[in-house]
């Protein structure tokens, strides 16, 4: 079995800055893709940004510029640094992987999500 677990949510002001943590652990052959989603009320879940295991990144047009998603492979860690932050990026942020476990098998895998809530 495999875990993912968020960390670094929480209330900020209009401007400010947050960063959030995701270490996969278990039963991991290796970790191909790390992603960041967003889930606000009322609405479906949005991919924010994404990073390969080669480095790649992509991000959803909204946090281009103030967004920044990297990784550590060796801890299978990925990070999700926000600045200026909005309120309109007010959500539950989700981790997501997808992972090759020790048996093999290709899964990908989410996190419970931590809170990120803009406001002043």
């Known amino acids: 079995q495999v875990q993912l677990v968020e960390s670094g949510g929480g209330l900020v002001q209009p401007g400010g800055s947050l960063k959030l943590s995701c270490a996969a652990s278990g039963s991991i052959f290796r970790v191909n893709v790390m992603a960041w989603y967003r889930q606000a009320p009322g609405k479906e879940r949005e991919l924010v940004a994404g990073?390969?295991?080669?480095?790649?990144?992509n991000y959803v047009d909204s946090v281009k510029g103030r967004f920044t998603i990297s990784r550590e492979k060796a801890k299978n860690t990925v990070y999700l640094q926000m600045n200026s932050l909005k309120p309109e990026d007010t959500a539950v942020y989700y981790c997501?992987?997808?992972?090759?476990?020790?048996?093999?098998?290709?899964?990908?895998?989410w996190g419970k999500g931590t809170p990120v809530t803009v406001s002043s």
């Open positions: 990073i390969t295991s080669d480095g790649d990144t």
């Open positions: 997501n992987a997808n992972v090759v476990n020790v048996n093999l098998y290709n899964v990908n895998y």
